[in-house]
């Protein structure tokens, strides 16, 4: 088998699992769900004030729906007892840890996408116009945010308060990203051009690259321990 087929398998191990049980992507398209409904009576927001909260709010409901699932990722298998097994495949750790990424960018795409269509009900706000340049946005937030809460998530399945501990480790390394994040998608539903947010971009597209090449050096030993 070539690299990219032994990365499909783990990838389709984990989704067809996921799709027999449902567990991680209902918890976290409910407790985003959750998140949008408590914001949306929490505050009597007018529309000036509102375009000035909606960045912040959407990103709590991605950073925190999105913690469930990488608490998921490499903790199944610990509660299953196929971590080991995993560690035998004819695979390098490297791949591993794509695939377990590329798993946990997809659940988490699925709960943005369910996340942003109940954003437009509850808030009733249209997106359509600015789907391309948030889209991107998004993306690579998604894409920072799995790359880093996937290692964290294997140095975490180990122990017993695997969520706590996951949670104190991602949420400081992901500052950068979350600002980056949250300022390119305010600037963007404010209807700047895209010249506007490259600053933005560069750090997340900066932040993304850094963390993928020190998982690519680290990852082989973060699975040894």
Known sequence: MSFIQKLRAIVWKDLTSELRTKEMILSMCIFSFLVLIIFNFAFALGLKTLQGVIPGILWVAFIFSGLMGLSRSFGAERDRGTLPGLLLCPVSPWGIYLAKMIGVFIFTAIMEIFTLSIF??????????????????????????????????????????????????????????????????????????????????????????????????????????
């Open 120 to 225: 437009t009900i509850l808030y009733n706000v249209n997106l359509l116009p600015f789907l391309f340049p948030l889209g991107l946005i998004i993306f690579l937030g998604t894409l920072g945010f799995s790359t880093i809460g996937t290692i964290f998530s294997a140095m975490s399945a180990t122990t017993k308060a695997r969520d706590v501990i996951l949670s104190i480790l991602v949420f400081p390394i992901a500052v950068p990203m979350i600002i980056a994040s949250v300022q390119a998608t305010g600037m963007i539903l404010a209807g700047k051009p895209l010249q506007d947010i490259l600053s933005w971009l560069k750090i997340l597209v900066a932040f993304d690259l850094v963390f993928l090449l020190l998982a690519y050096l680290t990852f082989g030993f973060i699975m040894e321990e």
